[in-house]
């Protein structure tokens, strides 16, 4: 069959015709942020999330790259925006090193929400994983994403889509936890926080979508998923935690590992780590050759351990006593 | 959407208007590459599809929830285009009977202008490329209109010399401000402004075609491409 061949066109044709070309720059045209009357001149589109897109750009009043994420479409009550708004005003109170900076947050020429925010060079987490075999580079990383959502949960806000795609590595090892697009504000910041009960209990909500599902199915806790926000606390992090200490372990993992995991991912938050820094720390006695309180060892295990713990000293002790049997054999002659 | 099944005699007109306007030409088209008919078949198949649409509960079987409309009014293409029922419907109708008053000799240009596609590419972004084409034409003719009336012709003219003509290589902002007798200024306020515009009206557009803010979001994302050009 030969495809049809088409008529010549009228002149009148030509002119009303959109070329190809003609509707890439209408699609650019309308969908690109107008940053008119903004300190900001537009690089390049970097990325899309749930809500809005995020863009490259230049800040010319200070010379320097920020990212600005700007709302795609907002919805007619403003629920979209507000939200956008809600998650620069929680950035803006997590001064932490390893939480990304907000530097302002208002309404573009076109009504369209954003915010400007650090600039963060570097690749997500799992793409870091996919290249770096290293196991014990992998979990001082993952230390020091446990470090920042507990300074988050320290501030009365809960994550709640913690995952290794939202979570950036620089070049030099540092480490962004990235969208805070369905964070919880759990307490008022002036609040003084309640060191004493970690848990949910001493937690009370401060949004109102009671019944929603947010987050990734795999990170996602049992209670979260379930849509249970009375019961969704800091450990629903912790859970999240360690669906990504489980993905970055990779295949066949030390067993003290694992149940570290299995510990953070307990179906009943209780019987999880009380906080993130108690997973961190967990792993960091795993890192110093530590025993972890979270895997009962035996004799096997705990000369295991020990043997990578004092490796060198075991074998020079080794040595010595070989020489020195061989020297008593070699004398005793 | 919501205008096209509304019980208001009226409303449904409008809404009908709005969604014959947007698909007839992607319809069309499709009909003529995918199916490999001749331009007599096409037209015939056209006007017999959008007098189903109009003149039946056709709609009725559409689900927002389930899948776009765009996805939907194909699949239907495809299915009277596969069944070949021209000739049993042109029997009914006695003939040829134009339902509809459509350019096909302009949408018969542009094809020719595009080129037409082999029938073994892949008849849904060909249909969604149109689609937002027809679309952007739509949108278009109304900010035109809305200029014309606002006393803003000028906003509008400088918008279509700069993104939506195709003169190579592209003016230059000094170039527009000499052909227009404003200055250069000027051209990037009337862009910006002309664009802001065309946004939302292509939006509003949009939004007379969906019929749940959920659909229309999706719609809104393919017509601006916002899923596929990040990085």
Known sequence: MTTPRPVT???????????????????????????????????????????????????????????????????????????????????????HPGIVPVHEAGRLADGRVFYAMKYVEGERLDHRVARDPDLPSRLRLFRRVCEAVAFAHDRGILHRDLKPQNVMVGTFGEVWVMDWGVA???????????????????????????????GTRGYMAPEQERGDLSAVGPRSDVYSLGAMLRFLLGDDPPRPLLAICAKAMAAEPAERYAGA????????????????????????????????????????????????????AFLGR | MVAARSEDPAERRRGLEILVAAYWKPVYKLIRAR??????????????????????????????????????????????????????????????????SLDFETAEG?????????????????FEKEWVRSVFALA??????????????????????????DEEPRPTYAALASEF??????????????????????????????????????????????DARAG
């Open chain 1, 9 to 95: 066109p009228p002149e009148s044709t030509r002119s009303s015709w959109l070329s190809d070309a003609a509707v890439e720059r209408l699609r650019e045209a309308a969908g690109t942020p107008d940053l008119t009357a903004t300190r900001y001149r537009l690089i390049r589109r970097v990325g899309r999330g749930g809500m809005g897109s995020v863009y490259l750009a230049d800040d010319t009043h200070l010379d320097r790259p920020v990212a600005l994420k700007v709302l795609d479409l907002d919805d007619p009550r403003g629920l979209l925006a507000e939200r956008l708004l809600r998650e620069a005003r929680i950035l803006a109170r997590l001064e």
């Open chain 1, 184 to 214: 919880k504000v759990l307490r008022d910041v002036d609040r003084p926080p309640d060191r004493g009960g970690a848990g949910t209990a001493a937690w009370g909500a401060t949004d109102t979508d009671h019944g929603t599902v947010l």
């Open chain 1, 277 to 328: 820094l108690d997973l961190a720390r967990e792993v960091s006695r795993h890192l110093d050759g530590l025993r972890v309180e979270a895997y009962p060892e035996g004799v096997l295990d705990k000369a295991r351990r020990l043997y990578e713990r004092h490796k060198v000293a075991v074998w020079l002790i080794a040595a010595y006593l070989v020489v020195r049997g061989a020297l008593l």
């Open chain 2, 35 to 100: 199916w490999n008919r001749s331009t007599e078949d096409a037209r015939d198949l056209t006007q017999e599809f959008f007098a189903r649409v109009i003149e039946k509960d056709f709609l009725a079987g559409f689900d927002p929830g389930k899948g776009r409309l765009r996805t939907f009014l194909r699949t239907c293409v495809d299915a009277m285009a596969k069944n070949d029922v021209r000739d049993a419907m042109r029997l009914k109708r006695g003939g040829g009977a134009q339902v509809l």
């Open chain 2, 110 to 126: 542009e094809l020719a202008l595009a080129g037409i596609p082999a029938p073994e590419d892949r008849a849904d972004e060909f």
């Open chain 2, 140 to 165: 278009l003719a109304r900010l035109r209109a809305e200029c014309e009336a606002k006393g803003k012709a000028a906003n509008f003219r400088v918008f279509e010399r700069y993104d939506v003509e």
């Open chain 2, 181 to 226: 007798g404003i200055a250069a200024t000027d051209v990037t306020n009337y862009l910006a402004w002309a664009r802001r515009e065309f946004r939302r009206v292509a939006l509003d557009t949009l939004r007379d075609m969906t019929a749940s803010e959920e659909e229309f979001r999706r719609e809104a994302r393919d017509l601006f491409g916002l």
